[in-house]
C-alpha cells in the first residue's frame, strides 16, 4: 500500500467468510481495491484452488449488478425473445414452437440428471436391474411431467395472450 492509496473500505469478500481463531482484520488490497477485512478471504490471496477463485470473483461481480440483469432480462431480452420466436404469440406456429422448446428444454434436464445420477452411483446406476428400471422411469416421469408444464405455461402466457 502506498501513501497516495485511498481510505480502505470494508471487504466485500468477508460476507461468507469464517475467519480461524485468532485471525485478525487488516487493510490490504485485493484486486486493487483497499479493503479492511480478513486477507484469506480476498480470491487473489486465498490458498484455494483456481476454480474457487474464479467463481468467487464471478459470484462477486454478478451480485453486483444483480438489478441491472433483472430489469435487462425483463424489458428487453424476453419481450424481444417472444416478439422474434413467436410474434407475440398470433401466428399459427406458436403453440408448435412451445411443443418444440418444452421438448429440448426438458430433455436437456433428463440428460443432465442423468449424469448426475451416474456420478452419484459411481455407475452403478447401469449395472443392476433395479437401477437401470428406476432410472428409466424416474427420467420418463420427470421428463414427461416438466415438459407439459413448459408446454401449458407456454401456451397460455404467450400463444393465448
Known amino acids: 500500500m502506498g501513501p497516495n492509496d485511498p481510505k480502505p473500505k470494508p471487504s ?3 460476507q461468507f467468510y469464517k ?3 485468532g485471525e485478525q ?3 490490504f488490497k485485493c484486486l486493487g481495491e ?3 477485512g480478513y486477507r484469506a478471504a480476498c480470491p487473489a490471496l486465498s490458498n484455494r484452488g483456481i476454480f474457487w477463485k474464479w467463481h468467487h470473483i464471478a459470484n462477486m461481480w454478478a451480485a453486483g449488478r444483480s438489478a ?3 430489469d435487462w432480462w425483463t424489458k428487453e431480452f424476453w419481450p424481444s425473445f417472444v416478439r422474434t420466436n413467436f410474434n407475440d ?3 399459427p406456429g406458436c403453440t408448435k414452437r412451445c411443443n418444440r422448446i418444452s421438448a429440448n428444454l426438458c430433455g436437456i434436464g433428463v440428460f443432465m440428471a442423468g449424469i448426475a445420477i451416474t456420478a452419484v ?3 452403478k ?3 443392476t436391474t433395479g437401477g437401470g428400471i428406476g432410472s428409466a422411469t424416474g427420467g420418463y416421469l420427470f421428463g414427461t411431467h416438466c415438459a407439459d408444464l413448459i408446454r401449458e405455461y407456454c401456451a397460455e402466457e404467450i400463444c393465448i395472450k
Do not use: S
Request: no cysteine; glycine share 8%; aromatic share 4%.
Open 34 to 36: 483497499v479493503v479492511e
Open 12 to 14: 466485500p469478500h468477508d
Open 25 to 27: 482484520k487488516e487493510v
Open 125 to 127: 446406476v447401469w449395472t
Open 68 to 70: 441491472t440483469v433483472h
Open 121 to 123: 452411483t459411481k455407475g
Open 19 to 21: 475467519p480461524r481463531p
Open 89 to 91: 404469440g398470433k401466428n
